[in-house]
């Protein structure tokens, strides 16, 4: 009993390491230049301002009075009470604990699918670290935790045939649909089981203990469930927009297809390569399985930043299809007093993280101006220098949140449009037609990179007078000069001659 107490300590121990390692990379990784979440901060802030949910677009002159809807309002909200009462580490603290609130549902998804426990952990460990790319302050990481949920209920049900966790299902969909909107994905998950277990209703073949009537009822509650939310069934137009543009993927870098150039990338093929091997070797067809599979393949290669699907997917697969030698004694169940231990584990190694790694909104903001206009915004502030604002879809978000102007451009794809966010690259990219934009032919500050190609030509064009300058951004007005900024002395300079 001794030795058998020691090792479920032992055993806490080390999930404790494996949980809190993918947040410890996560904060060496801490970053608040993130091109969406000061948007995301904006809108949580006049949510709490307003008690209410934005249903016209308030942050851009292309959008304004336009429909919008805030789809991830209660994300936005979150990480504004976050930021409100912690600073900027607040939301390097949301990135940090929803990657172990990730890592330890994969370890549950994965060890009832894998009895061994040294497997279970190393195939936990492969697909958290294949999961590194993600590691950002954004909405998607919600739809990663609740994914996984999802697949470990279906997978459970579909072995065991007991359908009494499905009903966590529609709760999950629930809060789903008002943190982000790739609860789709997760619909579509659970379309392909229901349609597998209709096909074993009618052919034996099809190994699944579900029937279809109790996965149907649950398909349908889990549909209307998504539609709480402040928009009600107008959210799947809004899903529908998103993926009905294709020149997004082209052109905006985290959607593109995943370039093969980090250590995670290639993690994520192995795992999906063993799927397939594992799937192959069972000389079965399973029809969910090899579904599952094949749209992982199709969704996570398509873009980057939906890899989690393949890594979900692939590491459930292969820890179901590794079998290990029958043990005559089971693997020990972790007792109750086990759960406070891993929990003080775990914050005390994000504290010792956040302390050894200096991650604090001191260095956060230095770490901010090297990669935003905050210079250039203080310099608008001083000159009292007023619209129209012409900016790069990057810097959009923050500009939102910072300069509390309409902004020209922000990394909301799916309310711009192909056209829109096409021109904006074509012309800050100085591409044939830039000098023809109505938008930097109208506008009253133009705030850009300083080192890209726009921002080169308009050093000599004659609409504009380069108002401000620093290593990160450039800041241009129409007519000549008022005077230039001094960034060191924070006040507003004398003319160049």
Not at 211 to 225: D, G, H, M, S, W
Not at 246 to 264: D, H, K, T, W, Y
Not at 336 to 361: E, R
Request: aromatic share 12%.
């Amino acid at each position: 009993m001794q030795v058998a107490r020691r090792e479920q300590i032992a055993q806490s121990l080390v999930f404790s390491a494996l949980y809190a390692a993918p947040a410890l990379k996560c904060i060496h990784m801490a970053t608040v230049s993130n091109a969406d979440i000061w948007w995301h901060l904006r809108t949580g802030e006049w949510i709490s301002q307003h008690h209410a949910i934005p249903r016209v677009d308030l942050f851009s002159s292309f959008g304004s009075g336009k429909p919008w809807q805030a789809y991830s309002w209660l994300f936005e909200w979150i990480i504004y009470q976050l930021f409100t009462n912690i600073g900027l580490i607040g939301i390097i603290l949301y990135s940090a604990v929803m990657v172990v609130a990730i890592a330890a549902a994969l370890h549950h998804l994965i060890k009832r699918l894998q009895p061994d426990f040294t497997i279970a952990v190393l195939i936990t460990l492969v697909a958290s670290f294949s999961l590194t790319r993600l590691f950002s302050p954004r909405p998607w990481l919600f739809t990663i935790l609740f994914f996984i949920f999802e697949l470990d209920i279906l997978m459970h049900a579909r072995k065991t045939g007991r359908t009494r966790e499905l009903l966590w299902l529609p709760v999950i969909y629930a809060l789903w649909a008002n943190l982000h909107i790739q609860f789709i994905d997760g619909l579509l998950v659970l379309g392909l089981a229901l349609g597998e277990a209709i096909l074993g209703h009618w052919w034996r073949g099809v190994r699944t203990q579900l029937k279809p009537l109790p996965l149907a009822c649950t398909f349908v509650a889990c549909i209307v469930a998504t539609c709480a939310n402040p928009y009600g069934w107008q959210i799947y137009k809004v899903a529908y927009d998103l993926a009905a543009q294709p020149g997004v993927l082209n052109s905006i870098g985290e959607m593109q297809a995943i370039p093969f150039r980090e250590m995670p990338d290639f993690s994520m093929l192995f795992l999906a390569l063993a799927a397939a091997g594992a799937l192959a070797w069972r000389r079965i067809f399973s029809v969910f399985e090899t579904g599952l599979l094949a749209f992982a393949a199709i969704v996570s290669f398509r873009s980057g930043r939906d890899m989690w699907v393949m890594v979900a997917v692939a590491a459930a697969i292969l820890a179901s299809g590794i079998s290990v030698p029958s043990r005559e004694e089971r693997p020990l169940a972790l007792p109750l007093f086990a759960i406070p231990i891993m929990v003080v584990t775990i914050s005390v190694a994000l504290y010792l993280g956040f302390l050894t790694m200096h991650v604090n909104d001191a260095e956060l903001s230095k770490q901010l101006a090297k990669e935003m206009p905050v210079h250039a915004v203080e310099a608008v502030k001083s000159k009292g220098l007023s619209g129209p604002l012409y900016n790069t879809y990057d810097w959009g978000g923050y500009l939102i949140w910072a300069l509390r102007m309409p902004v020209s451009i922000d990394g909301r794809a799916a309310f711009y449009g192909d056209k829109l966010i096409g021109r904006s690259f074509g012309t800050w990219g100085a591409g044939p037609g830039w000098a023809a934009d109505p938008e930097l032919a109208s506008a009253g500050i133009v705030i850009g990179p300083a080192s890209s190609p726009l921002t080169q030509l308009l050093r000599l064009d004659p609409r504009f007078t380069l108002a401000f300058e620093d290593d990160v951004a450039a800041v241009f007005i129409p007519g000549k000069s008022k005077g230039t900024y001094d960034p060191a002395s924070k006040q507003p300079g004398q003319a160049t001659p």
